[in-house]
């Protein structure tokens, strides 16, 4: 017998309606979320200006002297120049100054030849102890060093005639922890694991509750299939935590005002894939379960600790014994947030996160296909 | 038995949990059209072969046959043939009467006319209120029944399976409920019904009496009657208070007696050892002779009496 669409619409709609008439199911599908993003949007001060840098110029040329009024124009940075090693390290241990930018000797001469192989460096040591504004620092950095590259590019007329990309000329390079890079990016993506937590417990109940209220009997009497009810069961949730995904970005981008780089398509064809994986493991919780208080600890159990310990979120995956670089590959958070950053950092293109879109999707894939597979089709106890 | 007519053949059935017998060793054949009652305390095994018989339960030996194809492996295709109303309220509390039914019928492969036309039937058939715009759990136990019920109906199946269909309701929906009931099988309908109430026994074609997992005895009412008492049972009303001595003297005689409101009813097979007990009594109780009841067929089969 082949999969019935009618029957899988038929379980959809119902689901649809046990959701409009859940007041629990609906305040934690639509409003936690909103919670989410509107707590990391206040709480995360976006508007990080002035920010003590100090300075020490070795190569003092006009070049250097020129990238410098660069970044001072940003507004995003107070320079204060230092001399010599030991200002220098007194510098970057005081606690007013978040970093200390070190031009090196030869920036200018090799900005000036133009060679992408041998670019212009600097060095910019931030105080990893703030984490969110080293990283903040880091991502401005970035903007402020691409607007200078375009702005020698524009001044020299060698350079101007020549092909090189935009960032070849200056490069910066991140002493500590290069993987701080501005945390504030993420707050969608980070608000789309936290929807993808609670997808994990919507669904984590719905199997469950039909066990304890008998309902399952009677579904197990029809000629309805497990993968008939697990598709009915995945779509309306699927549908409603898309729609808060949606709203989250739309919250992060037009009222936290967060940049996004990349290609919106490929961000919501990620967050779809994440979400349907999500969703298909608390379908798997439930089905394993057949109880709603177990599924539900069980569900955050499962959704919570990846989320934050093997997703690289707060601890930097190359930082961690290959082993567990490995094991990570197991959870879809790591891979969603690698396509998240990547997203909303640069317009980078699809076949760079085929991986990571092969890890979330295959994650999906496998819960979807378990789910079906441990549905139980009898009563036995 | 005539073979054409039979509908659900059970074969030496066994079904286990583990080291327990739900159902140990159980036999028996259906008729088409008939209302077949299986009859039990709680616990006898009498749900667990239900839901074998309906496909949700596999068995642990023995053969399940309906419409002549092995329940194990033709569950799919017997389905749609099969409307079971579960022993435990099954409809989805927060939907209404109607989008329960149409639930149903949709996994049934109905079509939005058919259901209704269906539905609109079963309000008739079973007597529903006509609008019922309330989540069913707003539903009195009586109205919620006859909903599982009519969802049970609704994609017209040729074997309808009741599970204690009136267990917790009213006289007066035990009534209806039986009624319908009849009124199925005249339809042509096969109706296998699960009841620990005996009186409503007595409404079956044939019953089988379950205790522990085993058919203790099976046939029609009349025919179960005749087989455990060809000496009908007494009914004892009492001028002076010695029912309890009497019950006692009784029980050390070794016959058995129940207490029906303020009357003793005894299974006095050999009349002369209860003549013998009851002595001491003379004069101080009245007896006679009544039909013996479904309940005093049951009472004699699970005390291990194999009819005189």
Redesign the interface.
């Known amino acids: 017998?082949k999969l019935?669409l009618?029957?899988v619409?038929?379980v959809a709609?119902?689901e649809y309606?046990?959701i409009l008439?859940?007041p629990f199911t609906l305040i934690v599908a639509l409003v936690l979320p909103l919670v989410f993003v509107g707590m990391f949007g206040f709480v995360i001060d976006l508007d990080y200006k002035h920010m003590r840098v100090f300075v020490r110029d070795n190569d003092q040329t006009s070049v250097s002297r020129r990238f410098l009024q660069e970044v001072a124009s940003s507004g995003y940075f107070d320079l204060t120049p230092v001399h010599g090693q030991l200002q220098a390290d007194k510098a970057l241990g005081r606690n007013d100054s978040p970093a200390l930018m070190i031009i090196r000797s030869g920036f200018g001469k090799n900005v000036r030849a133009g060679d992408p192989a041998k670019p212009g460096q600097i060095q910019l040591l931030a105080d990893g102890t703030d984490n969110v504004q080293a990283g903040i620092m880091g991502t401005y950095m970035q903007g402020v060093l691409q607007k200078a590259n375009a702005v020698f590019m524009r001044a020299d007329p060698v350079l101007a005639g020549q092909s090189i990309a935009a960032d070849s000329l200056i490069r910066s390079r991140f002493l500590f922890n290069p993987e701080l890079n501005s945390r504030w990016f993420i707050v969608p993506a980070l608000s789309t694991i936290i929807i993808g937590l609670l997808a994990i417990v919507l669904t984590a109940l719905t199997v469950a509750k039909e066990w304890e209220?008998?309902?399952m009997?009677?579904?197990?009497?029809?000629?309805?299939r497990p993968a008939e009810i697990v598709l009915g069961k995945l779509i309306p949730y699927f549908l409603l935590t898309f729609f808060d995904i949606l709203i989250v970005f739309a919250l992060a981008i037009y009222v936290f005002h967060i940049p996004f780089l990349g290609s919106f398509l490929l961000y919501m064809l990620a967050c779809g894939v994440y979400i349907t994986g999500a969703l298909a493991l608390g379908l798997v919780i439930s089905v394993v379960t057949r109880q709603q208080q177990a599924a539900i600890q069980f569900a955050f159990a499962v959704g919570l600790l990846p989320s934050f310990i093997f997703s690289g979120f707060m601890f930097p995956i190359e930082n961690m014994p290959v082993f567990f670089q490995y094991f990570t590959a197991l959870f879809p958070q790591r891979w969603f947030l690698l396509i998240s950053r990547t997203v909303f950092l640069s317009d980078a293109a699809p076949v760079t996160l085929a991986a990571a879109f092969a890890g979330i999707g295959l994650f999906a894939a496998v819960m979807i296909v378990l789910a079906v597979k441990k549905f139980k089709?009898?009563?036995?106890? | 038995m005539n073979e054409e007519k039979i509908v659900i053949s059970v074969k030496d059935l066994v079904v286990a949990?583990g080291s327990f017998k739900a159902v140990d060793g159980v036999s028996f054949d259906v008729r088409r059209g008939e209302i077949f009652g299986f009859l039990g305390a709680n616990g006898a095994g009498k749900t667990t072969t239900i839901?074998t018989i309906?496909?949700?339960?596999?068995p642990t030996s023995g053969t399940v046959k309906v419409n002549g194809q092995d329940v194990s492996s033709s569950t799919?295709v017997l389905?749609?043939h099969?409307g079971?109303m579960?022993q435990?309220?099954?409809?989805?509390?927060?939907?209404t009467v109607r989008?329960n039914m149409n639930?149903?019928g949709?996994?049934?492969?109905m079509s939005p006319e058919a259901i209704s036309r269906r539905a609109r039937e079963l309000t008739e058939f079973i007597g529903l209120p006509h609008d019922l715009p309330d989540?069913v759990s707003h539903l009195s136990g009586g109205v919620k029944q006859m909903a599982a019920l009519a969802?049970a109906l609704l994609h017209e199946p040729d074997l309808i399976f009741l599970d204690e269909p009136t267990a917790g309701t009213s006289p007066a929906t035990r009534v209806a409920f039986w009624d319908l009931i009849r009124r199925l099988a005249r339809q042509g309908k096969t109706v296998f019904v699960t009841t620990h109430y005996m009186d409503e026994a007595e409404y079956c074609g044939r019953i089988a009496l379950m205790e522990r997992g085993k058919i203790v005895a099976m046939g029609t009412p009349q025919e179960l009657k005749d087989q455990f008492f060809a000496v009908k049972p007494l009914e004892l009303s009492f001028l002076k208070p010695v029912q309890a001595a009497l019950r006692a003297a009784l029980d050390k005689a070794g016959i058995a007696s129940a207490v029906f409101g303020d009357k003793l009813r005894v299974r006095a097979h050999d009349r002369q050892a209860f003549n013998r007990a009851a002595r001491p009594f003379e004069g101080a109780f009245e007896a006679r002779e009544v039909p013996p009841a479904l309940e005093d067929v049951f009472l004699e089969a699970v005390s291990g009496r194999k009819g005189v």
């Open positions: 017998m019935s009618r029957r619409r038929s709609y119902k309606k046990h008439r859940d209220n008998g309902s009997e009677l579904l197990l009497s029809t000629p309805v089709t009898d009563v036995e106890p | 949990f839901r309906c496909g949700i339960l596999n799919a389905k749609p099969i079971y579960s435990k309220f099954t409809l989805y509390p927060d939907l989008e639930f149903a949709s996994l049934y492969g989540p969802s």
